[in-house]
């Protein structure tokens, strides 16, 4: 207990902001039941347990009732009991019940009893731990009692019937239920599934021919609650003389099992043997005195807006037509009050479903406008870039119309002039440009290959009489951008193999201008196609 007690220190200390040395032991106990009742986490359990001035029970009840605005927690903390020792947990409505009945003014209905939702204590928690010490004590004790259990389950495992003639002498006429403490404790969901396999084992019945619900109580409770549906709760106790008549008359007969299983009935049938833990607990919170017990539990808005409420209950063997009529009789005068529930439900219900409908459509419509909205910026950037570069190829165009006219000046005014008559190692050339126009000069023997290049390239600008002279148009490199061609033998004169005209063509040659086609112009021919 000790190591435990450190542990929730450590950790509240590790979650929240409240130092540990400030809360009492009681505080600490309460903290301890809600945690694990309600699986809420420390920063969530300490405010509310604040707000409910340390009552463990009313924390409870406010966390699973989900109306903590309604309930006045200072005064139920003034009314309420101080928390139970026992070491059963019950999550009740009743404790929140008469605060909203007397607010409002009403009164609880005469012959309802509430029905509280149960959640069954872990068998590890029912015990608490001996000291390390007083164990070492015990130790010899608790072998023998081991051993000798070992044994008594052996024989009453080999004869069946010593267990129940046992058990009979030994509780006398007593009607409060026994738990059996040897059987092992499960899950409220494995705990359903081993009582459905042990009644159709026992009673010779095939799965589904009564609609157990394969849950615990506490959800069978809150399935009800929510879909205002009747919980019909069955609990036996094999040490009864009438068990085994009751569920072989009454349980299995053919009218009750159409009942129960009627889809229009809304009848959520759990039951569980008192042998089991939760069972007991749910024996003992619905004050079952006598067995077989049933006990009819439906939602009783009468009472309180979450109130769930016992409309009919049977203690003992009755026959089937009895139980029927009996739970016919109580489900008709609830009839009208749950109509008028569910028929508020479905408003609501309608309601809401034609506001995720509208908020949908709202949605799809906001979408459908971004991705408009989406898709004309991307075709205004698209439409932007494609301006931008149309726009810088046409100034690289103007630049490089612009660069080479002043490099044609330039270049014009370096040209030698045509030689005279007088000189004779010349070389004459018949050029035929792409005009048409064919050209016939000399050039000095010595003059570059360049040279010839240069006057095709500045043909036009020779005649033209220019005094200014023009510079050389900087970071400029020119390109021709035609090939001077023999065509009888063809041969191509090219500017990379250098070389004078002399060398290169002759004493005369004859030769054409041919274009050579770039990028720009295979793209503007493109176009033009």
Known sequence: AALVD?????????????????????????LQQV??????????????????????????????????????????????????????????????????????????????E????IVPTPESQLTQPLPFPLSILVLPFSLTYTIFQRIFGAVGWA????????????????????????????????????????????????????????????????????????????????????????????????????????????IILWAGTVQDSEAFQVANALNATRFPYLSLIVHTPNV???????????????????LIAKLQAAMATRQEELGRIRAQ???????????????????RSLAVDREKARKRKEEEAVREKSERETREREEQKANYARNLAQWRRWRAQSIAPEPGPDVKDTVRISIRLASGERVIRKFAADSGIEELYA???????????????????EGYEHVYSFLLVSPMPREVYNLEKGGTLKERIGRSGNLIVEKVVGEEDGDEEDTED
């Open 6 to 30: 450190i542990l929730i220190a450590n950790l509240i200390m590790a979650s929240t902001d409240v130092d540990i040395s400030t809360l009492t032991e009681v505080q600490q106990l309460a």
């Open 35 to 112: 945690t694990s009742v309600t699986d809420q986490d420390l920063a969530s359990a300490i405010p509310l347990l604040q707000k409910c001035q340390w009552n463990a029970q009313i924390a409870i009840t406010r966390f699973f009732d989900g109306d903590a605005d309604v309930v006045d927690p200072v005064a139920e903390a003034a009314r309420a009991p101080p928390p139970p020792s026992t070491a059963r947990r019950q999550e009740t409505l009743l404790d929140s019940i008469p605060a909203r009945s007397l607010q409002r003014g009403g009164r609880r209905e005469a012959g309802l």
């Open 114 to 117: 509430p029905a509280p939702r």
């Open 159 to 266: 004869f069946p019937f010593l267990p129940r003639l046992l058990s009979r002498l030994f509780s006398g006429a007593t009607s409060r239920p026994s738990r059996d403490t040897g059987r092992r404790p499960l899950s409220p969901r494995d705990t359903a599934a081993r009582f459905m396999r042990e009644f159709e084992e026992e009673y010779g019945v095939t799965h589904g021919t009564l609609p157990f619900h394969e849950g615990g109580y506490a959800q069978a409770f809150d399935v009800a609650k929510r879909d205002l549906k009747y919980l019909l709760v069955v609990l036996i106790s094999p040490e009864h003389d009438d068990n085994a008549s009751f569920v072989r008359e009454t349980l299995l007969a053919p009218e009750f099992v159409e009942f129960v299983s009627k889809a229009e009935n809304n």
């Open 345 to 363: 439900r479905q408003e609501q219900q309608a309601t809401t479903n034609l506001r995720r409908e509208q908020e949908s459509a709202y949605e």
């Open 304 to 322: 309180s807006s979450s109130a769930m409420s016992k409309v009919a209950t049977s203690a003992g063997p009755v026959t089937a037509q009895e």
């Open 455 to 473: 006057f095709v390239e500045c043909h036009d600008l020779l005649e033209e009489v220019n005094e200014k002279e023009s510079p050389k148009p």
